[in-house]
């Protein structure tokens, strides 16, 4: 079993910045792509940001040169700094993670999500 458990949300002005951590646990051999998405009310969820195991990464348009994804293989943790955030910024932001586990299986997991809003 493997946990990914997310903090660092929470409510900021416009133009603010904020800082979001996902943490992996459990039956983990290694870990290879890890993602951030987001899912605003009505709206599907979208990918804002991903990361390979080698640390290449890829944004769309909406977020590039604001949001960074990063990750800390030694911690099993992926972070996303996001920076002149906006209100149409605000949702529920969720990590996850392509895993390898100790049994051998490759699976895909999410975190529980964690609430960002950006409003004055």
């Known amino acids: 079993q493997v946990q990914l458990v997310e903090s660092g949300g929470g409510l900021v002005q416009p133009g603010g910045s904020l800082r979001l951590s996902c943490a992996a646990s459990g039956s983990i051999r290694s870990i290879y792509g890890m993602g951030w998405h987001r899912q605003a009310p009505g709206k599907q969820r979208e990918l804002v940001a991903y990361i390979t195991s080698g640390g290449s990464t890829n944004y769309p348009d909406s977020v590039k040169g604001r949001f960074t994804i990063s990750r800390d293989n030694a911690k099993n943790t992926v972070y996303l700094q996001m920076n002149s955030l906006k209100p149409e910024d605000t949702a529920v932001y969720y990590c996850?993670?392509?895993?390898?586990?100790?049994?051998?299986?490759?699976?895909?997991?999410w975190g529980q999500g964690t609430q960002v809003t950006v409003s004055s």
């Open positions: 996850n993670a392509n895993v390898m586990t100790l049994a051998g299986s490759n699976q895909n997991y």
